[in-house]
């Protein structure tokens, strides 16, 4: 999320309540989570195993719960709870503002976008020109949809991610990490009935130009897709996940989190994809396999009885 105007490190840390170490005349642009980080970010880390990672980041400002020493030109803001001085400036610069009407008065509507009945707009979205938005579509605060987007009934776009924080000196188990990102949706996309699309943590979810996605697809929290790629039913993204152009998932596809899938890859219906995979080549299996190999092994799998007869001299 990046703020409408620059933040100084002072106003930070006395709203944070925290103590400063390092640039003290700094500003900060925006905040956003440790894979995604800019200069000018603010990010958190409250766990031993990311300081080195989040301190030497390209944020600029760093949320953190211990003292350590500080690169030239950041700032670390110590704290006692990390977690909880993002949530509060996320709060604040970002706070809930329900909107109570069907399309809210400051979403904006391009010449030519036809919306049929039953739709919610939420507040500051932006969509652009020759849409069709069909009934029951809801598309929540600050998304964007470029021109000539399709988007079929009972789809939802930019609902919060499903990302918690488990901390065990916490009086619950699990405490939600508040969406301040968007959905952007660009140029040519179309997208199918009953698909729901999070909204990113800090950052974007993105679905590149001319994608077309079937119905019931689960896109996750920050997942970029690229150009041109086609996603077939059921088909399931976790978050911060990166798919490259003109990839295809066939239905039931499975892609776990934060990884890649390269460019024009395609992976057969029913596949599970726990790692990042190649462009270019085929694949099948869960996990997944190049699907020359895999379906080897599936032959050499029903031979086995074949085999075991000739070496054992009985039949199984």
């Known amino acids: 999320m990046k703020f409408k105007n620059p933040v100084s490190v002072k106003w930070i840390a ?8 390092g640039n003290t005349s700094g500003i900060a642009t925006g905040i956003n989570e440790i894979h995604q980080v800019e200069p000018g970010d603010i990010v958190f880390v409250d766990h031993p195993k990311y300081y080195d990672k989040c301190i030497h980041s390209a944020a600029t400002v760093i949320l953190i719960n211990k003292k350590a020493e500080c690169p030239d030109g950041k700032t670390l803001l110590i704290v006692n709870d990390p977690f909880e001085a993002y949530l509060k400036l996320v709060n604040h610069f970002r706070p809930f503002t329900p909107s109570l009407t069907a399309i809210s008065e400051t979403a904006v509507i391009g010449e030519g976008t036809t919306i049929m009945p039953n739709i919610y707009i939420g507040n500051n979205v932006v969509i652009g020109k020759d849409c069709i938005i069909y009934p029951n ?77 079937d119905n019931l697809v689960q896109i996750g929290h920050d997942t970029e897709i690229g150009k ?15 798919i490259e152009d003109e990839v295809i998932l066939w239905g039931q596809v499975g892609i776990s989190k934060t990884l890649t899938i390269g460019k024009g890859a395609i992976v057969y219906a029913q596949s599970g994809v726990k790692d990042s995979i190649e462009g270019g080549k085929v694949y099948f299996g869960s996990p997944v396999e190049e699907a020359r190999e895999k379906m080897k092994e599936f032959i050499w799998i029903k031979r086995i009885p074949d085999l075991w007869n000739k070496v054992m001299g009985k039949k199984v």
């Open 14 to 21: 006395e709203f944070s309540e925290a103590t400063i170490i």
């Open 228 to 242: 041109n790629c086609l996603f077939a039913g059921q088909v399931g993204i976790a978050g911060a996940t990166k």
């Open 137 to 213: 579509v809801t598309i929540l605060d600050h998304c964007i949809l470029g021109n000539n987007v399709i988007i079929q009934a009972g789809t939802v776009i930019g609902s919060d991610a499903f990302y918690y924080n488990k901390k065990t000196n916490r009086d619950v188990h699990y405490k939600k990490m508040k969406s301040c990102g968007r959905v952007v949706i660009e140029d040519y996309v179309e997208i199918g009935a009953g698909c729901t699309i999070d909204r990113g943590v800090s950052g974007d979810t993105i679905i590149g130009a001319g994608t077309k996605i």
